[in-house]
């Protein structure tokens, strides 16, 4: 979440949740699932699949997507590029 006026930016533990999968070497695929109701802002989860298996956890996302569980939204109106 964002932080709110007068906290600290970056907390001690932030790092925690890509550090340990980088450290692993094993492949993540961030998937947006949507927003939050009240805030609006990004909702996701990370697919980790075993190491050298990249295209399982692309995969894995690309089927989330397909059955419409996952996947990009739209948010706010769409910019007229002929203006």
């Not at 109701?37 to 990004?42: Q, R, T, V």
Request: charge should be negative.
């Amino acid at each position: 979440a964002a932080p709110r006026h007068f906290e600290a930016y970056l907390r001690p533990l932030d790092f925690i949740y890509t550090a340990v999968w980088n450290a692993l070497e094993v492949p993540v695929t961030q998937v947006p699932i949507g927003l939050s109701k009240h805030e609006g802002l990004p909702l996701g989860i990370q697919i980790i699949a075993s190491r050298g298996a990249d295209s399982l956890s692309i995969a894995v996302a690309m089927e989330l997507e397909k059955g419409g569980v996952a996947g990009w939204t739209r948010v706010g109106p769409v910019c007229d590029s002929s203006l």
